[in-house]
């Protein structure tokens, strides 16, 4: 079964620069993904959300059948390096392991540099969103707001998860404080300050 295509793209800090200069134009990831020509989305790297682009073209082939065109989209120079960076990412890869190539454009480069945790809850620190939170009486659960109070505590998402017992508690965090953001904004206590919210999309 394809794999779903996310709003957000994350790449490697040592590419962030070749995408915002155009001379990256694609990226290759393992697997099918399902993806229709003009989905936005947006790209990060380096902690930050740099812009947003639109899908151009789509194509799944095996990875014996990448090229060194498809390599140089990518910001490669050929098939060579950009196989032993695939299989330095993605561990041993067999030559039929499907592929899927996603070609993008740059719609809109962000001038101010948000940060991707901050980008999620449109543009407010995560303690931010937990101190509103405690300060207004929502329907949060006694383990919710233990958990708001240990970030307040920590100051960071990261922290609180080990404190939980493991970093992967982090997606318990992050949706917790969707949740939270979410009522905040129908409530009209806050208001996005990014204005290229993901909403849009």
């Given at each position: 079964?394809?794999?779903?295509?996310?709003?957000?793209?994350?790449?490697?800090?040592?590419?962030?620069?070749k995408?915002?200069?155009?001379?990256k134009?694609?990226?290759?990831?393992?697997?099918?993904?399902?993806?229709?020509?003009?989905?936005?989305?947006?790209?990060?790297a380096?902690?930050?959300?740099?812009?947003?682009?639109?899908?151009?073209?789509?194509?799944?082939?095996?990875?014996?059948?990448?090229?060194?065109?498809?390599?140089?989209?990518?910001?490669?120079?050929?098939?060579?390096?950009?196989?032993?960076?695939l299989?330095?990412h993605?561990?041993?890869?067999?030559k039929?392991?499907?592929?899927?190539?996603?070609?993008?454009?740059i719609?809109?480069?962000?001038?101010?540099?948000?940060?991707?945790?901050?980008?999620?809850?449109?543009?407010?620190?995560?303690t931010?969103?937990?101190?509103?939170?405690?300060?207004?009486?929502f329907?949060l659960?006694?383990?919710?707001?233990?958990?708001?109070?240990?970030?307040?505590?920590?100051?960071?998402i990261?922290?609180?998860?080990?404190?939980?017992?493991?970093?992967?508690?982090?997606?318990?965090?992050?949706?917790?404080?969707?949740?939270?953001?979410?009522?905040?904004?129908?409530?009209?206590?806050?208001?996005?300050?990014?204005?290229?919210?993901?909403?849009?999309?």
């Open positions: 079964m394809p794999k779903k295509f996310r709003k957000h793209l994350f790449f490697d800090g040592r590419y962030a620069e995408i915002l200069k155009e001379e134009t694609s990226t290759i990831r393992v697997g099918k993904y399902s993806i229709k020509r003009g989905r936005s989305f947006y790209i990060h380096r902690g930050h959300v740099l812009g947003k682009a639109v899908v151009t073209n789509v194509k799944i082939k095996p990875l014996k059948e990448l090229t060194d065109e498809d390599a140089k989209r990518d910001g490669f120079k050929n098939k060579k390096e950009l196989l032993k960076a299989k330095k993605y561990g041993k890869l067999d039929d392991t499907p592929v899927t190539i996603i070609e993008f454009k719609q809109d480069k962000f001038k101010d540099e948000i940060s991707s945790s901050d980008f999620a809850y449109g543009g407010y620190k995560a931010e969103i937990a101190k509103l939170a405690l300060t207004h009486d329907d659960s006694e383990k919710e707001k233990e958990i708001l109070k240990t970030l307040l505590s920590t100051g960071s990261r922290k609180t998860a080990k404190q939980m017992g493991s970093l992967n508690k982090r997606f318990i965090i992050r949706k917790i404080l969707k949740k939270v953001f979410n009522t905040l904004v129908k409530e009209n206590i806050i208001t996005p300050k990014i204005k290229r919210y993901e909403e849009d999309i």
